[in-house]
């Protein structure tokens, strides 16, 4: 594995988000941990070698954070239109689903007035299926996620209007 290869690996984990990747390979063992610190840390040991060398990442990682922040500005520019709405997120990590099962129809379709307590969707996690209740009452605005995509804990699943 080459430094560009390196640095590419880096610009995606700054990216993704993770704190923290591991990466082993025939004589190459990588660990990019992101933190606090501005900048990933590599780990780049190769076994034969009794130390690990220890490096800080290039000066190429450092324009991810640049290219991601047109991203945050964008969505923020959306979030001034839709800051009337109440965003319901998903409290599990798993598989959002809109129907209770293939051949029945979906809990809420945009325009459906709901209350606290009605079923909005089920998120399957581990082979358990969620039912995910609706804290507020209003009407739903916008579906922000597709049937049977992989959801992401605090991940926003719909916009409602409380009004």
């Known amino acids: 594995m080459d430094i560009k290869e390196i640095q590419n690996l880096i610009k995606f984990v700054a990216k993704s988000g993770a704190s923290e990747v591991k990466l082993e390979m025939d004589d190459v063992k ?4 992101t933190g606090s610190d501005s900048e990933p840390t590599i780990i780049h040991q190769v076994p034969m070698a009794q130390q690990p060398v ?3 990442a290039p000066p190429a990682p450092a324009s ?13 520019e959306a979030t001034d239109d839709n800051s009337k709405y109440i965003t319901i997120k998903s409290p599990i990590i798993g598989t959002f689903y809109r ?8 809990f ?14 089920v998120i399957e996690a581990m082979k ?12 739903i605005v916008k579906v922000l ?14 916009l409602v209007d409380p009004s």
């Not at 991810?64 to 923020?76: F, G, I, N, T």
């Open 54 to 56: 220890q490096q800080q």
């Open 30 to 33: 990588i660990t990019i941990k």
């Open 64 to 76: 991810p954070p640049p290219a991601a922040a047109p991203s945050p500005v964008a969505p923020a």
């Open 108 to 121: 809420v379709e945009v325009g459906t007035e709901i209350k606290e307590g009605d079923v909005l969707c």
């Open 128 to 139: 358990l299926f969620n039912e995910i209740e609706s804290e507020v009452s209003g009407k």
């Open 99 to 106: 129907k209770p099962s293939p051949d029945k129809p979906v």
């Open 145 to 158: 996620v597709d049937d049977s995509s992989p959801v992401e804990f605090d991940q926003p699943l719909f």
